[in-house]
């Protein structure tokens, strides 16, 4: 019993403190992308300071209570102060959950936004590798290099109607490629110049551990990584 009287007294503490740090926003519009498991959020964020995202942000967006997960913009409009975010729900956890319960006009909430520490090379060419966990960081990474024909890139997607619907909405150069041996194929074929190519590893540990090993046997050491451990 007293136990439980605790718990609930440390729980309401906890909600209390938690609602005067949150931010609020309200949810635009949300798309399931079909059989793909992939949901698309559009966010309405009016005290985000989208003019100062010159580096791949991410939002820690609260999910349930004392819960929280990292998610990153892939596109944004700092004039309206909106943005969108994909999210892999091929799993269940508390970001899936969350992802599956919004609705059209629902307040969400998040701690805070800052930067991944990741930006395009304002010069070289610049590669994005990544898994369906990372499909919103590469289309950032995209997003914020200039110009456009700077940019290239493969994504894991096993799921077909994940990569088929990718293309249909989006304008990107990325390379939808069904398994990690036919990234590495890929890859091996392309001849990037060591020099003045930087690469951009995202997605779960074995993943970008494998790919920062091959680039690194091949002479490449401009490689910048972001994990989404599992």
């Known amino acids: ?49 989208m003019q100062s995202w010159n580096q791949i942000p ?6 349930d209570d004392f819960t929280f997960r990292d998610y990153t913009p892939f596109g944004w409009d700092a004039d309206i102060a909106t943005c969108s975010l994909l999210i892999d729900a091929d799993h269940d956890g508390p970001g899936s959950r969350w992802a599956k319960s919004l609705r059209t006009g629902d307040t ?10 990741q930006a395009p090379h304002p010069t070289d060419f610049v590669v994005g590798l990544g898994d369906a966990s990372s499909l919103g960081h ?25 990569g088929k619907l990718l293309s249909e909405y ?3 150069p990325l390379h939808i490629l069904p398994t990690a041996s036919e990234i590495t194929e890929w890859l091996l074929k392309q001849g990037y110049c060591t020099a003045h190519t930087w690469f951009y590893l995202i997605g779960n540990d074995h993943f970008v551990s494998e790919l920062r090993r091959l680039l690194k ?13 599992s």
Request: hydrophobic share 40%; glycine share 4%.
């Open 1 to 49: 019993m007293e136990t439980s009287i605790l718990y609930k007294i440390r729980k309401k503490a906890g909600k209390i403190i938690e609602n005067q740090l949150l931010k609020t926003g309200r949810v635009l519009d949300v798309r399931y992308w079909e059989s793909a498991d992939m949901i698309e959020i559009d966010l309405h964020l009016p005290t985000a300071d």
């Open 58 to 63: 991410y939002i820690k967006l609260c999910v």
């Open 108 to 117: 969400i909430h998040y701690l805070k936004m800052e930067s991944t520490r």
């Open 138 to 162: 590469l289309l950032a990474l995209q997003q914020l290099t200039m110009p456009k024909a700077r940019f290239d890139g493969a994504v894991l997607l096993p799921n077909p109607n994940c």
């Open 170 to 172: 989006f304008s990107s």
């Open 217 to 229: 046997s091949l002479g490449h050491h401009n490689i910048r990584v972001k994990g989404f451990w």
